[in-house]
Every structure is written in structure tokens, then in C-alpha cells.
């Protein structure tokens, strides 16, 4: 708009010339272009980018607001999107200029920011920090990609959650298992690595992309997507209307499921969680070939090889079992048959992963590598990739332990109680929901010994369940662990929340050992993902 206007609940409509929310639209039209082609998205972006250029010197990225600062990388993004379609040179000039002016998050990390708590905004982070790597584009200095590689390290090891997410409410605020993690925060960083995946084929972005989407994001939204959580927490007891241990806590809103709870930007912003993700599960690869780097069930067209087009479906139950069917559909060449590399990313989580075509044993590759399968391909092919998942684990804050099986975490199993509430007034909603249970969560791993996890925790898979279109509820888990638990009296509800976490090995168990249920973290609403370690 050419002036602001008053705010209302829920909407935003002041400082309308900050460059922040056009940075927005760019990527609203990149998504409409790619859907429609429509010729006047490159007609209109050009002369926005020529603005900008001209714009800038004079009114940079921070004259309104710090925000553009922050998130360019989504300005620069859509720059470097546009020049491969145009390829005129004035967009690299923009893109210079766009990272000169945008926030620095390779001296955040020289710093190390990222080892303190409140240094910086959750969604700012997790939206800002793929900006050095996608500038790598056109300033192919390593030292861009290491950066970023070095703050994740810190993020995980000083604010890291099991889920693949960071403790951020809305501060970064380290990783007590009980301090919030934003929605927006998850879906930014997916799409954050999304791009990274996109320009380094990196497996480790690919591996943490999967931890995000398959545990994080569907735990945060409701089943009908109509309500959501502003912040989760990896130790969740309870979702209640009450003022936690938060940076910012919005009237005691934050953990409730509503429209409008905590603040209404994760509303709006959650649904483009899964389309980009389905949009990153393939890739283009420089030796015209094609890459399967993170896997659901899908199907693309691509042109491969000789520039032939084919269709190529993916079928599977992934993340719920281990096996994933690629068939090349359809070659539309006159030959019905084309040449070319077929890669295929093998997590780090699996040991040796097993690739058949037709049936017959191609490789065996191990874990953390890409495997390429080079041959001529035609219709009715089969490419068998097995991912064997075995249970492993991974430790986090005061030596807690999380369970994990291939990308997914597993959290104690919990009886849901929701309950309807309604608001007195209009500003977080009209209604939300709380969920409670009268089920004990205070347990504590029995010791055990991590090198024989096959024999510590008993597996279950529901293969009619894995069958369902929707997993992630409580009801339709499809897979099952069981592991020897005691309880710990000493560690009780404390501000609605679980309380201090027990430090691994010191706090008292009570009682004879029991035996509890865990579920895909995904899967459930009121957890323990984070495990005190006790005695036998």
C-alpha cells in the first residue's frame, strides 16, 4: 500500500514500505510461476529488482526495519532465481549489494552468538542462516558453507533439541527440554534447508531437513490443520493456558492448539511446510541425471540424460519402514529408453543400505555417502533402495537420552485429553484446546547398555497401520518401542511443566522396573522425548 494503515487483531498493516514483506510476495509469485508459467511473474520481478538496485544505496535493507536484514536471503534467493531464467547481469550486481546490507551471520558465528542464549530471534535464525550459502552461489568462497556449518554444530550442542529443533520462545534459549521451539521457526528452517540441499547436495542438511519434518512439524499441528501450537516443547505433560519459563509468552497462550495463540504469524505460515517439502524431495544433478535426497511417496518429470523427459514414482511408507520402490513410469523418447545417473542419498543414521533393480543386488552403500546407479533405464524399471533402521540413540540436555530409529525420535506414550476452551476475548481466538493426562511421565531409562540396543528395545511395526494415509496421531502409530522404565519421585510437575530435569545417573529411581511404550515423537501431543538414565 502507498500509506499504513490502523492494525487490527491479527493483522500487520503499518511501516508498509518495509522491505521485509515484499520479500514475502517474491516467493508467494515463485511459487505461482512455477505452477502457471505466467510470463508477466519475470516481467514484474525484473522491474522490482531494477527498483531495488536503483532503491537500495539510498533506503537499504535496515531503513525501516530490521527484518530485511535478517531474512535477505529470501530477496537474494529469488535475485539468483530470476537471473537463471534471464540471466541479465544486473541481478548479480543486486546481489552483491543484498549481501553487503543483510545481517552477518558469518560473523554471528565468529562471535558465537550461538553458544549464548537471547542473541538473536528463533525465525530470524532459522530463516536467516541459509544466506551465506545461498551468496556461495555467486562468491564460491568455502568459508560460507563452513560457516554455516559451524553454527549448526553450536545450535546443537548449546540449544539443540531431539526433534531437530532449537530452544527459541522466541529468544534463543537453550536447551532445556522444556523451553519452546516456534512453528514458524520449524517451517523456515526446513525451508532453509531446503535451499541448502539445493545448492551442496550436503547430506547432513538433508538428514536434519528429515528430523524436522517427520518429528517436529506434524507434533505441532493439529490433524485438521485448523489450530497449532505457537511454541512445542520436547518434554511436553501438559497444554495449558498458563505463563511458562518462556522469553515471550503471550498471556500464557503459547502451548495452547488455537487459531490465533501465541501470535498469529504460525497460523499463516505452517502451510507451507509440506508443499516445499514436497517440492525438495528431487533434484536436477550436473551430470544430467536425477537425485532421490530426501524421500516420500511422490512422483516427478524430469528430463534427464540426452534432455529426454521421464516419469519416475516413488512408493513407500517412509518414514514408517525401511523400503522405498522407484519405477521409471513413462520415457518419452522415440527409443523408450535413455541413459543416465540415478542418485540415491543414504542417511547417516543407516549403517549399509542395499539398492536392487529388478530384483537383482546392484550395491551395498553405507551410511552418510551418495550412491549413483549409471545404466540405461526404460519403462517398467525398478529401483529398490532398503534403509535398514535399527534403534540407536542420541544425548542431550543434563545427559538425557532420546530414543531414535531411522529419522525418527520415539516419546513416551501418553493418554490425550482434549478439552475445548473458550477465550473471553477476540485476541488470541475465539477458542482453544488444552490437553492434559492423569498418565505418569516422571520416568527414567533403566541403564543399559547402548551397544545392544537390538536386545534393549523391543520393536513393534502394525503393518495395517503403516498402510494409512495419515500417521501422525496417536491412533495410527505404526511403530512401537518398549523399553524398562522407573519411575522418579523427585522429579514432579513444576509451572505446568515437567520440572528440573534429573541428571542421568543421579536421581532416584523408585519401585521395580517397568515397562513403557514409545511412539514417533511426530505422533504425539504430550511426551517425554528427553529420558533421565536411572539405576537397575
Sequence with gaps: PEKDYPGEPGLQRDNSQDWWPRMVVLKILQQYYSATNDKRVVAFMTKYFRYQLNTLP?????????????????????????????????????????????????????????????????????????????????????????????????????????????????????????????????????????????????????????????????????????????????????????????????????????????????????????????QHLWYATPDNGIAAIVYSPSEVTANVGDNVPVVISEDTYYPMDHQITFTIKEVRNKVKQVKFPFHLRVPKWCKQAEIRVNGKMEQTVKGGKIAIVDRIWKRNDKIELYLPMEVFTSTWYENAVSIERGPLVYALKMEENWEKKEFKDSWYGS????????????????????????????????????????????????????????????????????????????????????EITLIPYGCTTLRISEFPVVGK
Excluded at 531409562?445 to 497401520?465: G, P, T, Y
Aim: aromatic share 12%; proline share 5%; hydrophobic share 35%.
Design 58 to 278: 539510498q533506503k537499504p535493507l535496515g531503513h525501516w526495519s530490521s527484518w530485511a536484514e535478517f531474512r535477505a536471503c529470501d530477496n537474494l534467493q529469488a535475485v539468483y532465481w530470476l537471473y537463471n531464467l534471464t540471466g541479465e547481469d544486473f541481478l548479480l550486481e543486486l546481489g552483491h549489494l543484498l549481501h553487503r546490507q543483510s545481517f552477518s551471520f558469518i560473523d554471528m558465528v565468529d562471535r558465537g552468538d550461538l553458544r549464548r542464549t537471547c542473541t538473536i530471534h528463533c525465525v530470524n535464525l532459522a530463516q536467516g542462516i541459509k544466506e551465506p550459502i545461498i551468496y556461495y552461489q555467486q562468491d564460491t568462497d568455502r568459508k560460507y558453507i563452513d560457516a554455516v556449518k559451524e553454527g549448526f554444530r553450536d545450535i546443537r550442542r548449546f540449544h539443540g533439541q531431539p526433534q531437530g529443533m532449537y530452544g527459541g520462545d522466541e529468544a534463543l534459549h537453550g536447551n532445556n527440554p522444556t523451553q519452546g521451539s516456534e512453528l514458524c521457526s520449524a517451517v523456515e528452517l526446513m525451508y532453509s534447508l531446503e535451499k541448502m540441499v539445493e545448492i551442496t547436495g550436503d547430506i547432513d542438511f538433508a538428514d536434519h531437513l528429515e528430523r524436522i519434518a517427520f518429528n517436529a512439524l506434524p507434533a505441532q499441528i493439529s490433524d485438521d490443520f485448523m489450530t497449532k501450537q505457537y511454541f512445542q516443547q520436547p518434554n511436553q505433560v501438559m497444554v495449558t493456558r498458563h505463563r511458562r519459563n518462556f522469553d515471550q509468552d503471550h498471556e500464557g497462550t503459547d502451548l495452547a492448539f488455537g487459531t490465533l495463540t501465541g501470535y498469529p504469524c504460525c497460523f499463516s505460515n505452517m502451510h507451507q511446510g509440506w508443499p516445499k517439502f514436497t
Design 431 to 514: 477458542y482453544y484446546y488444552q490437553v492434559t493426562s492423569s498418565d505418569p511421565w516422571n520416568y527414567g531409562l533403566v541403564d543399559f547398555d547402548r551397544n545392544r540396543m537390538n536386545e534393549v528395545a523391543q520393536v513393534s511395526i502394525n503393518s495395517q497401520k503403516q498402510q494409512l494415509d495419515f500417521p501422525w496421531n496417536q491412533e495410527n502409530a505404526p511403530v512401537e518401542i518398549k523399553m524398562k522404565a522407573r519411575l522418579i519421585p523427585t522429579w514432579t510437575v513444576y509451572n505446568e511443566m515437567a520440572g528440573p530435569q534429573p541428571f542421568s545417573f543421579c536421581g532416584s529411581a523408585e519401585g521395580g522396573e517397568q
